[in-house]
């Protein structure tokens, strides 16, 4: 079991976090639908994060929200403390990157062009520069065709940097996504759905890619619904029902919450009331109902009771792992961080 | 009843004419000395009088040489000959079809049938019935009709097509056969193969083959240009048409563009350098006239295939780019009729029309560029009119007199540039150059300035980035791309390579009215030509767009005698090109992967573009 050593050391590494993604409140309305209501997250660097529900429950439209691509009706999103912009582009030039749950790649460019478009944010070249050719550029040009082949022999699509993205098959082409997302150099990359339509022995290989991704010292945040692929990969798992955050806590923890499994199997939620999410914690380890204790205050239905629930709970979560690891988690952290502040 | 008897037989036929041809009857061995023998025989023919009288144009008349219509049969009859010798392995003519002789003999012997019974049905028509035509008339056509035959009879792999169900109804059954009849049939005319790599020559060969390919296409040009009367310039479309098939499925053109994929660079010098022999070849200024025109088309083409092409943004009144550019350059010109009393020297009347083209090119990109697909090609629509208009109205009574209304601005001077009068003939090395022939020059240096801007944009940071908003919007935007910035500024760049364009024609065709620019016409450079220029050449590349603005320039012009049913002509035959080459002429190649995706194509593409 591989995974379990992973994971292993990826408990040991959060014990240095800084908060790099912090979601709070978040609310997004389509008319009177409402999407995504309230939810608070947040990624420490070196954290895999996972985000599960059943289908239609809202969680790429929160990617959406956290992306620029939606600009939350309500909350915000900050990513090391400061508020995205509302436009894509300028969150992914922040340091936040992402790939599409149904693969979006720039399907007649070459393999090698997609990455090199990713590096957009991180290169300055302009019009002019392009027209004259003077040595900057070609420098610029050489150095962002070198980290793009870096990140091809990464993702070990190397040899097939002159195919066209269309021409690869499924998989390579979920991996080419990744190292384009990974080309604009984040600090956070959020995964829509990575394994979808995988074979096992490609959701193994998968993981690893992810967690070599995590070793680089980005954060990761995960959409998925390979039950198995999440609980090994993730350190703390969130749950995400009807757009509202259910619970939010490690695998074991979400794992045996009755609440989400009702969920997933279709029993209405407001079947099990006694249960309450403000769980949490990434500490508690073997215990299934530590919730349960909690549940007895508030006695509303289970979706407002959530959202009084979890206010108290980010606070608390919050300030005791940043107080103490901040300052000595961004030195060894990310490589990136240095050019996420020029840009 | 019939339907049953003849099931049976279906599967059966395909095993035992694996390899036959279209016409089943003639032996292989038999087909194949018909072609070669239908070939000589053309080109033979081609030294008899076709006809005994000289009313037919181009003096069919003479024994001992070829004129007229009977240059283009000689050549086509030759392609046949030297394909079928080719075809039996001859040594010396086997360079010839690297990717199998028999397409291209097919192809090649249907230029020479299709335009040796076209010259023939034109006397017999023009003269009033075939008792005009002379001998040598008769022996040509009979040559062609059996290179064709012999060539039809030759074989190729027939694909695998399904037998018709016997339980359909025999309208169905009938569409059935006709879809397979089809098939086989487009087969024929298939690729027999991939092209043989060609083998590594020095590099003085490389360049010397470039250098000959030049040679031929500017000939080819020279000659289209120059065709003098309606029969030879269709004649011109017949056989250059089929001919250009033939050599491309011979795969030379393969091989060719592997060469000039090779010295890139060379080859771009070279075909400015063989584009700029073209005015001494000519002895009066009457073609020269024809060339800056197409030149200043093709260069507004070119710029505007980096807007289409590359970045994908769809503007349909892209010709009012071209319009401010001569108006800007008009205006400043010291025309009598300007309302400005100014006279600029040509640099700085370049660039006041480059600016101010770039100047409106980011007034209409900035609102309308928000808009996506359909509402934007919409929007443009409506602003190219909105310039015409305008233009119209600011003469003095309905609004501010800039423009002189729709008299427009006349007599617009010539350029003198460092004391180089654009209006006078000079003579270079015993060549005389006459007043088109200079602004013939100027427009090629334009042209080369336009195909490095478009080159170096294309291949850049900025390049990619268009063509990744054209590819997927949403996808550029999450990878860091400022949509809407760069889309500005590939809208502005078009633009002002199109006023630099404008500056010129301006001053080629001494007067500019709103009339000149409008969405649709018979003239050539107005925005739907434009748009037809880069779709029908091969959006996203650099001789595509040239191409299709040569082309969509002479095909109006030459065929005038077709008068009201010309843009019905052309349109048709957009349609035809749309539906069988839906790529464009010079196809960019990962369009070429992109519209033929069954067919097996490379799966890498080595360098981008063409």
Redesign the interface.
């Known amino acids: 079991m591989t995974t379990t050593t992973t994971k292993a050391d990826a408990t040991t590494e959060p014990a240095t976090p800084e908060t790099v993604l912090d979601a709070r409140g978040v609310t997004m309305r389509f008319g009177g639908l409402t999407a995504v209501r309230d939810v608070d997250l947040t990624v420490r660097s070196g954290e895999i994060v996972g985000l599960i529900g059943p289908n239609g429950a809202g969680k790429t439209t929160f990617f959406n929200c956290l ?1 620029g ?1 939606y600009v939350p009706t309500e909350g915000e999103v900050r990513y090391k403390g400061q508020v995205l912009p509302p ?3 300028k969150v ?2 922040a340091g936040i ?2 790939t ?1 749950q149904n693969i ?7 393999v090698l ?1 997609n990455v ?6 991180r ?1 300055k ?3 002019w ?3 004259l ?1 003077g040595p900057g ?1 070609k420098k ?2 050489a150095a ?1 065709e070198k980290r793009a082949m870096e990140l091809l022999e990464f993702i070990g699509l190397q040899d097939k940097a ?3 993205a269309k ?1 690869l098959p499924y998989g390579e082409q979920r991996k080419l996504e990744i190292a ?2 990974l080309a ?1 150099d984040p600090g956070l990359i959020l995964l829509d759905e990575p394994t979808a339509g995988m074979n096992p022995q490609e959701t193994r290989a998968a993981e690893e890619l992810i967690f070599a991704i995590r070793d680089m010292g980005i954060a990761v945040l995960v959409i998925e619904h390979d039950m198995r692929f999440i609980f090994n990969l993730c350190d703390r798992v969130a749950v995400l029902v009807q757009g509202q955050k259910l619970i939010e806590g490690d695998s074991q923890t979400v794992q045996s919450d009755e609440r989400v499994i009702a969920a997933y199997l279709g029993e209405p939620i407001e079947g099990d009331a006694p249960t309450d999410a403000p769980a949490d914690t990434p500490a508690p380890a073997g215990t299934p109902k530590a919730p349960a204790t909690e549940a007895g205050a508030p006695e509303e239905a289970a979706a407002p009771k959530e959202t009084t629930g979890k206010s108290p709970e980010k606070p608390s979560e919050k300030p005791s792992e940043k107080s103490s690891e901040k300052p000595s988690e961004d030195t060894p952290h990310d490589p990136a961080s240095g050019k996420e502040n020029d840009a | 009843m019939t339907t049953i008897s003849e099931n049976p037989t279906a599967p059966a036929t395909p095993a035992t004419t694996e390899a036959t041809g279209l016409i089943g009857f003639i032996p292989v061995h038999i087909a194949r000395a018909l072609t070669l023998g239908g070939g000589a025989l053309t080109v033979a023919s081609c030294f008899l009088a076709w006809t005994w009288t000289a009313r037919f144009p181009g003096d069919l008349t003479v024994y001992g040489y070829p004129g007229g219509l009977q240059l283009q049969v000689l050549v086509a009859g030759l392609l046949t000959t030297l394909f079928a010798l080719s075809s039996y392995g001859i040594k010396g003519t086997r360079w010839l079809t690297p990717a199998g002789a028999d397409g291209a003999i097919k192809l090649a012997a249907l230029a020479a049938f299709a335009t040796a019974w076209y010259t023939v049905a034109a006397i017999s028509i023009q003269l009033g019935g075939p008792v005009n035509l002379e001998p040598g008339g008769a022996v040509v056509a009979v040559a062609t009709l059996l290179a064709l035959v012999g060539a039809l009879a030759l074989p190729f792999e027939r694909p695998a097509t399904h037998p018709a169900d016997p339980e359909d109804n025999g309208w169905d059954q009938f569409k059935h056969r006709a879809s397979n009849g089809l098939t086989s049939f487009k087969a024929a005319f298939g690729t027999t193969g991939t092209p043989r790599r060609l083998p590594p020559l020095p590099t003085p060969v490389e360049i010397l083959i470039i250098a000959g390919v030049l040679a031929v296409a500017l000939g080819v040009f020279t000659y289209g240009i120059g065709t003098e009367y309606d029969e030879l310039f269709i004649g011109f479309l017949i056989t250059a048409g089929f001919g250009f098939a033939a050599v491309n499925k011979s795969g030379l053109l393969q091989q060719a563009t592997q060469l000039t994929g090779k010295h890139q660079n060379l080859t771009i010098a070279g075909a400015f350098i063989a584009a700029a022999l073209f005015p001494f070849t000519q002895t009066d200024d009457q073609y020269a006239t024809l060339g800056v025109y197409i030149l200043i088309f093709a260069t507004v083409a070119l710029g505007l295939n980096i807007v289409v092409g590359l970045a994908g943004l769809l503007d349909l009144g892209y010709v009012a780019f071209l319009g401010v550019g001569a108006y800007a350059a008009a205006l400043v010109s010291g025309a009598p009729t300007s309302p400005f009393g100014v006279h600029l020297p040509f640099w700085a009347a370049i660039l006041v029309g480059a600016a101010a083209s770039l100047v409106f090119g980011v007034l209409i990109g900035a609102p309308t560029l928000r808009l996506r697909g359909d509402y934007l090609a919409i929007v443009t629509l409506g602003f190219g009119e909105i310039f015409r208009i305008a233009v119209m109205n600011t003469d003095g009574t309905s609004g501010p007199d800039i423009t002189n209304g729709s008299n427009g601005i006349a007599s617009i001077p010539n350029l003198d540039f460092f004391g180089f009068d654009f209006g006078a003939e000079h003579t270079i090395a015993g060549f005389t150059i006459g007043r088109f022939a200079n602004y013939f020059f100027l427009m090629l240096l334009i042209m080369a300035v336009v195909v490095l801007v478009f080159r170096r944009s294309g291949d850049s940071r900025i390049g990619r980035a268009w063509v990744a908003i054209r590819e997927d919007e949403t996808a550029a935007l999450a990878m860091g791309i400022n949509g809407f910035r760069v889309k500005l500024i590939a809208f502005a760049l078009g633009a002002a390579l199109a006023g630099l364009a404008g500056t010129v024609q301006a001053h080629v065709t001494y007067t500019v009215t709103p009339e000149q620019y409008l969405f649709a016409g018979p003239i050539p450079p107005n925005s739907a030509f434009l748009l037809a220029a880069v779709v029908l050449g091969g959006m996203g590349t650099m001789s595509g767009p040239l191409v299709g603005a040569a082309l969509l320039f002479l095909i109006p012009n030459k065929l005038q005698f077709m008068g009201e049913y010309q843009l019905f002509a052309f349109g048709l035959a957009l349609v035809l090109i749309m539906r069988f080459r839906p790529e464009g002429i010079i196809p960019n190649r990962r369009n070429q992967l992109e519209f033929h995706e069954k067919d097996e194509t490379p799966a890498t593409l080595a360098k981008a573009g063409a």
């Open positions: 992306t691509l436009k894509s582009f992914t030039a990157a992402r599409f979006r790649l720039f399907n007649n460019m070459t062009e090199l478009v990713g590096r957009h944010t290169t070249e302009g019009l520069s392009a027209l050719r550029f610029a040009e962002s002159q195919h066209l021409n384009r997302a604009s």
